[in-house]
């Protein structure tokens, strides 16, 4: 098993920025890709950015704004968000997928709100 835990998320004026992190531990060997996710009530989950074996992901919507980053030695993973818009507001999920004997396995952390005034 997996576990991730996110922090860094805040109240920020619109134009500014936040750092969010994630954590990984446990069974970190099994971890094929790691995603930051956005949740706002009455509307689907959004993929913001994810590290997979492919490369780098970024949504449109962020695309030139944020930046995902991930430091192996820490099991860490970062979502540097700059240039926020009043509608990045939202709940931030760190996600983790592995794979263990060919299943595919998701994990995520609690959230982290984040939420720009305009």
């Known amino acids: 098993q997996v576990h991730v835990v996110e922090s860094g998320g805040g109240l920020v004026q619109a134009g500014g920025s936040l750092r969010l992190s994630c954590v990984a531990s446990?069974?970190?060997?099994?971890?094929?890709?790691m995603g930051w996710y956005r949740q706002v009530p009455g509307k689907v989950r959004e993929l913001v950015a994810a590290?997979?074996?492919?490369?780098?992901y970024y949504a449109d919507s962020v695309k030139g704004r944020f930046t995902m980053s991930k430091d192996n030695a820490d099991n860490t993973v970062y979502l540097q968000m700059n240039s926020l818009k009043p509608e990045d507001t939202a709940v931030y999920l760190c996600?983790?997928?592995?794979?263990?004997?060919?299943?595919?396995?998701?994990?995520w952390g609690q959230g982290t709100q984040v939420t720009v005034s305009s």
């Open positions: 446990g069974r970190t060997d099994t971890i094929n890709a």
């Open positions: 590290i997979r074996s492919s490369g780098l």
């Open positions: 996600n983790a997928g592995t794979v263990v004997a060919g299943l595919y396995e998701d994990y």
